[in-house]
């Protein structure tokens, strides 16, 4: 699977942004797909999950009711809708692709990655 990140960018604080990442492949429905960042200095973070069917989705708290993780299989493609972003937010943002959802939040389990887009949110 190879994935494509796209929708980072500046913003102010209080903005909304979608991400979007595109997978190639036609098993995309049978990936759990998550959402990490890396800011400056810091480790890769979990972001948020979705599982196969997109029945099933996970958040990290620092995120909860501001973003919303969602995916069309038809297109292959997993979205990340931020809104009130925070200065805290920036951070590069990279999609991955693993097939089991019991380690979603563990970025070690993921098999494939995105090259990453950059989320800069100003003050």
Known sequence: VQLQASGGGLVQAGDSLRLSCAASGRTFSS???GWFR????????????ISW???????TDS?????????????????????????????????????????????????YWGQGTLVTVSS
Not at 38 to 49: D, H, I, L, S, T
């Open 31 to 33: 990936y759990v797909m």
């Open 38 to 49: 890396q800011a400056p200095g810091k480790e890769r973070e979990f972001v948020a999950a």
């Open 53 to 59: 069917s997109g029945g099933g989705t996970y958040y």
């Open 63 to 111: 995120v909860k009711g501001r973003f919303t993780i969602y995916r069309d299989n038809a297109k292959n493609t997993v979205y990340l809708q931020m809104n009130s972003l925070k200065p805290e937010d920036t951070a590069l943002y990279y999609c991955a692709a693993d097939r089991d959802l019991n380690t979603y939040y563990r970025k070690e389990k993921y098999d």
